[in-house]
């Protein structure tokens, strides 16, 4: 097997730098998502640090070279902690005139510009509404412009194999991964790898591919175009053991380890949909460790079939987004009803209805809190970053099972699509889950409630004697027979949410990071956790003291660390960034009184460390 040691070294001067950020953009068919998947695993392999924006087209077929089919991932790796994907691009890929419009305005001054110039015909612009030739017109000027006939240096490279045009062409992203490799001198080789592995049945694209990845390595080097090249070292991580990980695959790989500490069989009713649908095809590969995945004919029968699944002792997880939410929501108050053990994982997306299915957003935060019909609680989550979803699913597992309660996550396209380096935890660092089912017949009540938690016990289908009433209807305290009577129905929904305030109780304190007390609290929840954490902490490096920073976040969100309110308290001005309109501003602003400083944000991306760094700067400036 060829390696990249065949390869002569470069002539070119090599500049070592601590951190890059490298976007890949082009048509959903160009490959750009695999393409930045490859250069992703090569650069963690290297051990760098890096953080990764996958960004999919909204439309599963837009006419190709059209804006709305732009395709891009974006990656950012560095010899240092990074905690964002970046918010500009040091090096852009334009495929087309439509992924190049699209992606411009991301683009550093004086950064570097690789273009497909075979695809900037007249009718490739006319699809992309540019009037101009922007390689002819001088308006990239102000970057560092390669233009490359990508389709027609990968055609002569394979040439030779017989394949057709189409086929050809669809090599092309190998050829400019290629050239990204050279440029930052990345080896080839565990690409080569994962070529061969993944067109083992097929030779011939086996072959056409690496050489054409090799042959975009072999026209940098002997075009000279590039007068640098780039060396990112290693990261000093955390010695361990790691992989790269996104967080669908973290809450995959989060629920199994619960399966396994709990002893319980993981169950998953789910129906498609963006972008949670990958927890139900990372979950389909653990049939060894005894998953059950169910792929239902719609959202109700997900979540019922969950519901069954739990009542028969199983580890139940239904997953969804927004619009799926809405569709469980009649069930979820069933779970509350019946008080079963559930996990609910919304991963989040921007709405309403259908809204923006490939885009992130925070906006179901209320639906989560408060989206059923009468008093119906339910203990919130909400994972932080990519490998944090797999301590979310183990943290929700927990709650469930120990307190017999339906519990949400809340995750969102960022988190889902989105990648970091995970290190694998030791078994022992794991949470224990214990599970007691009842199994004594003598005296046995269904709604007699552990005197600690207020859970009622777990009685198995089939269990000799432990025979019950199940469904929606109000239950009889202890006996859990039907029943109407006024009090016992006020009586049983105050337990129902005593239940659910029980477990603050039993969660840590919040700890704001940074300064404890001062000038500024930044309070937020989930996937905002990476940019404020840059953005703090250059903000406290830039006032060295003068002004005191600090930054809450929530994993908790219901119920909320007992010790919020008084955090609060301790600094003079509080802001909440949020991927919504203000919903957790909303509810510290109704719980706490305190006058919450919404940064708002719904255009389907997540915020930039230089938008979080501004709003600090007007605050603490005033």
Known sequence: MATTTDIPLPKTKREVIDRAVIRFAGDSGDGMQVTGSQFTNTVALYGNDIA??????????????????????????SSNEIFTPGDAVDVLIAMNPAALKTNLADLKANGILIVNSDAFAENDLRKAQMTSNPLEDHSLDKFRLFSVELERLTKTALEHLGMDAKSISRSKNFFALGMCYWLYNRSMDSTVRWIESKFSKKPLLVEANKLAMKAGYAYCEATE??????????????????????????LAL?????????????FQGSYPITPASDILHELSQYKDFGVITFQAEDEIAAITSAIGAAYAGALAITTTSGPGMALKTEAMGLAVAVEIPLVICDIQRGGPSTGLPTKTEQADLLQALFGRNSEAPIPVIAASTPSDCFWAALEASRIAVKYMVPVIVL???????????WRIPEIADLPEIPVKFETNPVDFKPYRRNPETLARPWAIPGTPGLEHRIGGLE???????????PLNHEKMVRIRAAK??????????AEPEGDAAGDLLIVAWGSTHGAITAAVKAQREKYEGSKRIGHLHLRHLNPLPSNVGEILKRYKKVLVPELNMGQLSWVLRAKFLVNAIGMNKIQ??????????QKIEELLDV
């Open 52 to 77: 990764t924006f996958p960004d999919f087209p909204a439309e599963i077929r837009a006419p190709a070279g059209t804006l709305p089919g732009v395709s891009g991932y974006q990656l950012h790796f």
């Open 225 to 250: 175009a590039f007068q640098i090249s780039y060396e990112i070292p290693p990261a000093k991580l955390s010695p361990g053991l790691y992989r790269n990980m996104s967080g669908n695959q973290a």
């Open 254 to 266: 989060g629920f199994v380890a619960a399966s396994q500490k709990s002893g319980l069989r993981l």
């Open 411 to 421: 995750s969102d396209g960022y988190l889902a699509n989105g990648a970091e380096p």
């Open 475 to 485: 239950k009889q305290d202890v006996s859990g027979n039907i029943n109407y009577e």
């Open 500 to 509: 659910v305030e029980a477990i603050a109780h039993d969660i840590p304190l």
């Open 604 to 613: 389907g991306r997540p915020f930039k460390q230089s938008e979080l760094e």
